[in-house]
T-cell receptor, first 114, second 115 residues
């Protein structure tokens, strides 16, 4: 198993540009989520999904969109990038909504918005 | 609002020492508590998961305890090695989020083990 994969690993955007961060898992996990990690703020939940076709907002959803058309993929879209979205983005997945089992994290995407 | 705190923020020890990392949380209504390891520039690796009904979990040289009533967890690392150098993150899954396992993270403890 490849586990949780994320692409790209690094990205530089200009203010106002849009882009999609890709996340995929091959473990047949129902639950997937996106976090951002910032110095001094720790990791914070952006959006999550409990299954294909179902998504919901986390703690910091503004400026981001998600969709879940398949069990395997959970892309995160930045609609109009802002410098405040400069961060490291992590995708995570788990089998049982993370209530009884661990969550697996991808290697991260390091995004800089100029 | 659930808050997770980890003290100290950084810790440096000589190789071979036993050490304890601390995590505290403000609301005892949790499904579980997890300890993660994060190497520089890398993702998070799960080390131990403790369900709310459990008191401790062990994996190799690692032992994690959970005291829900006092809102505390400790991660004990025995016979530390330079390869243990990393940032250790504690996270809880609050019970109010019945739609899914949202994790609330602490800021982490950066551990350095000197040869």
């Amino acid at each position: 198993n490849a586990g949780v994969t994320q692409t790209p690993k690094f990205q530089v955007l200009k203010t106002g540009q849009s882009m999609t961060l890709q996340c995929a898992q091959d473990m047949n996990h129902e639950y997937m989520s996106w976090y951002r990690q910032d110095p001094g703020m720790g990791l914070r939940l952006i959006h999550y999904s409990v299954g294909a076709g179902i998504t919901d907002q986390g703690e910091v959803p503004n400026g981001y969109n998600v969709s879940r058309s398949t069990t395997e993929d959970f892309p995160l879209r930045l609609l109009s990038a802002a410098p405040s979205q400069t961060s490291v983005y992590f995708c995570a997945s788990s089998y049982s909504r993370g209530l009884t089992d661990t969550q697996y994290f991808g290697p991260g995407t390091r995004l800089t918005v100029l | 609002k659930q808050e997770v705190t980890q003290i100290p923020a950084a810790l440096s020890v000589p190789e071979g020492e036993n050490l304890v990392l601390n995590c505290s949380f403000t609301d005892s209504a949790i499904y579980n508590l997890q300890w993660f390891r994060q190497d520089p520039g890398k993702g998070l690796t799960s080390l131990l998961l403790i369900q709310s009904s459990q008191r401790e979990q062990t994996s190799g040289r690692l032992n994690a305890s959970l005291d829900k009533s006092s809102g505390r967890s400790t991660l004990y690392i025995a016979a530390s090695q330079p390869g243990d150098s990393a940032t250790y993150l504690c996270a809880v899954t609050p019970m109010i989020y019945n739609q899914g396992g949202k994790l609330i993270f602490g800021q982490g403890t950066e551990l350095s083990v000197k040869p």
